[in-house]
């Protein structure tokens, strides 16, 4: 039979079971108990059928309240257990947070500073119209020293304990001239003046080769090359383009400078260039680190430019040298000496793209 | 170049600080290197008498001293172990609490053997003057007027020694008158007037003949010799003065007649040659030498000479190098009551090639070589006599020229506003004029446009721009205004080339997966240069500073393993390198490539280093190489599945774990793989390795004509994927079955890859299963069974046409 006590005691008899079930598997045996086909609930609404019709009217509106709070408590408990299943597994999933991790392999790997460096440089003078002008290692003695005004038997050429190749020998055939290890990056003024019209800008870094070693010198080191050729370039303009260079490579706002007066074959007139030691936070010394002056008229001749009609200026520093100065490295040698130690402390990390908006070395 | 600053005072009237002079001496390019100035050290010391030396009471060689250091204060006692000490000696004496330079030790207040000694008398040894520790320092007795005086104001000490860097350009200031002279230019007082001779000339003809033996071809190597006889003369030592300045400009004083020859070089950078006229035989002949010639030079060498050099000989033979070093044979000595001194001219290219034959430096050599003042052959010749006469004595011959100095003076034609237009500094017409007067030129000329002849001295003056630099760094080039260089666009421009972006992004792509970058050296030892296919006789350096750095390297993997193994000696077990830079096929300019090339020794891997809690320590193979080169071609702009593989890696490679990656049949783009035991070996690498090498001027250019990218393909279907697992013999590349089952589709299949290779017992012996995700994406609908039954049949089809793989059940 059914009847509102019946529909009462059914619906707190389901709720309180439902309260009850423990687990997931017991709560599915109460809803089919409940609720499947065979269920109380079902078969409450199958008997509503047999009943009267004003009768089935206000029975089936409460049984099927019944059904609706059984649901939902059914729902409810569902969610509730589900939530604690969750909580449960979730506390059996422990890391041990304290275990460390490995950084990836953009964190292992370096730039050398020398590298880096070289990308500073390219972006200041990029920044003042200078192109990047390259040229082989091993030159002729046309282009390392006599186009650059300097003659067989000059004394400058003995300064700069040249590494030459040896030649083919007898079954070479042919008569090469003698090969060397360029001694500076100027033969690529040469270079560059000989297959491209004025006016002229480009830097040139690139290594050179002195048969010299000690503490600070090595066979091997790196050197930046400067050019302008045009008609009107003149020594003030390469004072205000090396001052302007200092204050952004060494990343200060400004830097005192000392011009000297000095000679170079290939420049007339030459000179050497100081800085102040404060732009590396040493104050009170003069450190040297450029040599410059305006292109000789015999250079400029040599490669076929009328000296009457163009001039510019030429500088040449040692890229080791800055990279040194800048970053506090001590020892020339550690440069090539590839030790792990020294780079990871030194290099630079591949994020580290210098630019003049971004800061070159942050 | 050594000189003293009362050297320079001799001739330049000045009232400057020595700081002052050395600071603009750098500014007009005479660059102090450094400035020694013995007062700074040797000042304590102090000229004192011995009034008694006694025994010592404990100590048989040991005495006790009193001594007189100030005239009127009380004497003190002085314990000394000296054999010369005695009474009545001067010596010098330094108080308690001086710091001796030649022992490096402070005086203190002790007793030694009992006697307490209240200071000390030091040898020349104690205050570094010379080597000498035989005794103490015994004075001239006539210094005992000045007990309590300075030592190094009575010894002449007190002469701070100024030491120029000069530049190869400038041999007018390898002597004191030449700097003092740019120094006068510039404003730091006046030089001197030349000092009044005596009467050098002599009554007599010079007995010895001078003959310049050469033809009109060669007469250029001593074109003039002037030369004068002295008979007569008393050689002995030179005075004090002299003496202790060539000691200053680092020269060994030796007797009158040689010191003052050196004197007159550094003095005017005049080199001159004195002989001992009772030992030359015949006339004195310059000549160019002969084959076989040999003569015992003054330095205790003997010499070959050839028919190059330029000789100076009697009838005996060869008897010096003209112009850099004198002989033996006829060398002036204590004896020596003749003397003939030469002033001679020497071609300055022939002595520098002469003095490099032979391998000798001398300071005449040094200074011929650079272009020594040809006007000043007579005058040289007349000071030395002078200071013959006046030092040793002596009854001078009329003097002998033959020949006639060069004629280097050529007028230069010279507008004065090229100053400004070089410089950007605008220098007033009477300034440059009188700036050029100061230095010897003559200007000649109204207005701008004037003529300029250098002084006989300055060899290096050729054209405008040389007078250019004259006046601006006279003027000083701390005024020339520093000038903004006109900016050529407004918004700076990339300016690299292709390649050089490439290198660059190369660089950084390689950092990011783990490498570190080393630079290694450009030569290596020859036997590894062999190993990597270099060698090449014309890539042998001929003068390598060692057999280790001999040959320019034909691969940079060489210098990097040697490096992975120094670093492994260090302790570091796992190590990933890189290296960007250039080897060398040849010796011309095309056979330079650059290359990016890398190591990976030991667990190196992109996902860590060595043993982690989380993955196994697996050493590095060649599919890390492989991915290093991949990873680093797709980042340049080349899709490395565009590229062919081959198994023809060189020799340094492990045959069967490395490959070679070409574009057509003769481009190799790289080559990857791990390194061939043997090599390892060879190069004392304890670890085995994986090494790639990128070049990267074979890189086909980039094509790319627009920034915008192509429209983008994303289809809204959803892609179907399956899988297949082919049996085929193990030696056929799984490359060819992604290749196959890529193309039985070119417009559904979007992509194939290998999930799983394997090879066991159940295959068979020499069979392998290659097992592939097939990924089909439908363009405009969804795919039917049939359809995707179909794709799958044609992939299955094609594999087994290329591969002859079976499918697997």
């Known amino acids: 039979m059914v009847s509102f006590p019946d529909l009462e005691k059914l619906r707190s008899e389901l709720l309180s079971r439902i309260e009850a079930a423990r687990d997931l598997v017991a709560l599915e045996q109460v809803r089919i108990a409940a609720l499947g086909k065979k269920g109380s609930i079902s078969e409450q609404m199958a008997r509503l059928g047999t009943l009267p019709p004003e009768q089935r009217r206000e029975l089936g509106q409460a049984t099927n309240a019944v059904k609706a709070a059984v649901s939902d408590a059914l729902e409810a408990r569902k969610a509730a257990l589900e939530a604690a299943a969750l909580d449960e597994r979730l506390a059996t999933e422990r890391a041990d947070i304290s275990l460390p991790v490995r950084l990836g392999p953009a964190s292992e790997g370096r730039i050398h500073p020398v590298s880096q460096v070289f990308d500073e440089v390219i972006e200041i003078f990029a920044d003042m119209g200078f192109s990047v002008a390259e040229g082989p290692d091993i030159e002729t003695d046309d282009l390392n020293f006599t186009k650059l005004n300097i003659p067989e038997e000059h004394p400058a050429r003995q300064e700069h304990d040249t590494f030459y190749l040896r030649d083919g020998g007898p079954g070479d055939g042919s008569n090469r001239p003698r090969m060397l290890l360029r001694t500076h990056t100027s033969p690529v003024q040469i270079r560059t003046m000989l297959t491209q019209p004025p006016p002229i800008r480009i830097i040139a870094p690139g290594r050179v080769y002195r048969c010299d070693s000690d503490q600070t010198h090595t066979p091997m080191f790196h050197q930046i090359e400067g050019l302008i050729i045009d008609e009107s370039t003149h020594l003030g303009h390469l004072k205000w383009c090396l001052e302007e260079f200092c204050k952004a490579f060494f990343e200060v706002e400004e830097v005192k400078m000392r011009f000297r007066a000095s000679h170079f074959p290939f420049t007339e007139p030459s000179m050497e260039v100081d800085i102040d030691a404060a732009a590396i936070g040493k104050p009170g010394q003069w450190l040297e680190i450029l040599g410059s002056g305006m292109v000789h008229p015999n250079v400029i001749r040599n490669c076929g430019l009328d000296p009457e009609k163009y001039q510019g200026f030429a500088f040449g520093m040692g890229l080791d040298r800055i990279t040194m100065l800048k970053y506090g490295i001590p020892d020339l040698r550690d440069m090539f000496a590839a030790d792990l130690r020294w780079m990871k402390h030194y290099g630079f990390l591949a994020v580290d793209v210098p630019t003049l908006a971004g800061g070159l070395s942050s | ?809």
């Open chain 2, 1 to 809: 170049m050594k000189l003293t600053l009362s050297w320079l005072q001799d001739h330049l009237d000045t009232e400057a600080s020595l700081e002052e002079i050395a600071d603009r001496l750098s500014a007009i390019g005479l660059e102090v290197e450094s400035i020694d100035d013995p007062a700074a050290k040797l000042a304590p010391f102090t000229v004192a008498r011995v009034i008694e030396a006694r025994p010592h009471p404990n100590a048989d060689r040991l005495r006790v001293c009193v001594v007189e250091v100030a005239p009127g204060k009380p004497p003190v006692e002085v314990v000394c172990g000296a054999p010369n000490a005695r009474t009545g000696m001067i010596g010098v004496f330094a108080p308690l609490g001086t710091h001796i330079p030649g022992t490096g030790i402070t005086l203190d207040k002790r007793p030694v053997r009992g006697a307490v000694s209240n200071g000390m008398l030091v040898s020349e040894r104690e205050l570094e003057l010379s080597e000498d520790h035989e005794g103490i320092i015994e004075l001239d007795p006539a210094h005992g007027e000045r007990i309590g005086a300075r030592y190094i104001d009575v010894a002449g000490l007190s002469d701070p020694v100024v030491d120029v860097k000069l530049t190869p350009n400038r041999p007018d200031c390898t002597g004191v008158r030449g700097i003092a002279r740019d120094l006068a230019a510039a404003g730091l007082g006046k030089l001197r007037p030349e000092p009044r001779l005596g009467t050098v000339e002599g009554a007599f003809a010079c007995p010895v003949d001078i003959r310049l033996e050469f033809t009109p071809e060669t007469a250029d190597a001593c074109p003039a010799f002037a030369g004068r006889l002295v008979k007569d003369v008393k050689n002995g030592p030179s005075p004090a003065w002299m003496q202790s300045r060539l000691k200053a400009a680092g020269l060994r004083p030796i007797s009158a007649l040689v010191d003052i020859t050196n004197y007159v070089s550094l003095d005017r950078g005049r080199p001159l040659h004195v002989y001992d006229a009772d030992k030359l035989k015949g006339a004195i002949r310059a000549r160019l030498g002969r084959a076989g010639e040999r003569f015992p030079a003054l330095d205790g060498r003997e010499y070959a000479v050839d028919e190059t050099m330029c000789v100076i000989a009697d009838d005996s033979g060869v008897l010096g190098l003209g112009g850099i070093i004198g002989g033996e044979s006829t060398a002036c000595t204590e004896a020596t009551t003749s003397v003939f001194i030469e002033s001679a001219y020497f071609d300055p290219l022939r002595t520098a090639a002469t003095g490099r034959k032979a391998g000798v430096q001398t300071d005449a050599r040094y200074r011929f070589e650079r272009g020594v003042d040809p006007a000043f052959i007579v005058p040289g010749l007349d000071l030395a006599t002078d200071l013959i006469l006046k030092l040793a004595g002596g009854n001078p011959s009329k003097r002998r020229v033959a020949g006639a100095p060069p004629e280097h003076r050529a007028t230069i034609a010279f507008d004065l506003r090229r100053i400004g237009r070089l410089t950007g500094l605008t220098v007033k017409e009477a300034e440059s004029r009188k700036v050029l007067a100061a230095l010897g030129f003559e200007v000649g000329g109204k207005g701008p446009d004037v003529k300029v002849t250098p002084p006989s001295w300055r060899p290096d003056i050729h054209g405008p721009a040389d007078l250019v630099e004259e006046v601006v760094r006279i003027v000083g080039l701390d005024k020339v205004p520093s000038t903004p260089i006109p900016r050529v666009q407004g918004v700076t421009r990339s300016v690299l080339t292709e390649a050089q972006r490439r290198g660059r992004r190369a660089r950084r792509v390689l950092a990011g997966r783990g490498l570190v970058e080393a630079m290694t050296w450009s030569f290596i030892p020859r036997p590894q240069s062999e190993q990597f296919g270099g060698g090449a006789e014309v890539l042998e350096l001929a003068n390598p500073i060692s057999v280790e750095m001999s040959s320019m390297r034909p691969s940079l993997l060489p210098g990097l393993l040697s490096a992975v193994q120094r670093n492994r000696n260090r302790g570091f077990a796992n190590v990933a390198l890189f290296e960007l830079g250039q080897a060398y096929r040849g010796d011309q300019p095309e056979d330079q490539i650059q290359i990016a090339a890398g190591v990976r020794a030991g667990a190196a891997r992109l996902a860590g280093f060595g043993r982690h809690w989380d993955a196994p320590a697996e050493d590095a193979g060649v599919f890390d190489a492989k991915s290093d080169v991949f990873a680093t071609l797709a980042a340049l702009g080349f899709d490395p599945t565009r590229a062919q593989i081959a198994r023809e890696a060189p020799s340094w490679y492990h045959p069967g774990r490395s490959g070679v990656l070409r574009l057509g049949p003769k481009t190799v783009l790289a080559h990857f793989g791990e390194i061939h035991p043997a090599t390892l070996a060879a190069l004392d690498v304890a670890a085995p390795a994986a090494a790639f090498e990128i070049f990267l001027d074979a890189l086909p250019p980039e094509k790319r004509k627009s920034r915008a990218r192509p429209a983008m393909v994303a289809p809204d279907l959803l892609p179907v994927r399956r899988d297949f697992a082919f049996v085929l013999d193990e030696t056929v590349p799984a490359g060819d079955v992604v290749r196959a089952a890529t193309g039985a589709d070119k417009v559904l299949i979007a992509d194939v890859t290998v999930f799983d290779v394997f090879a066991g017992k159940s295959l068979g012996p020499g069979r392998k299963s290659v097992a592939i995700e097939v990924t089909l994406q439908p363009r405009e609908r969804t795919l039917t069974d049939p359809e995707i039954e179909a794709v799958s049949a044609k992939v299955i089809a094609e594999v087994k046409r290329i591969t002859g793989g079976e499918v697997r059940g």
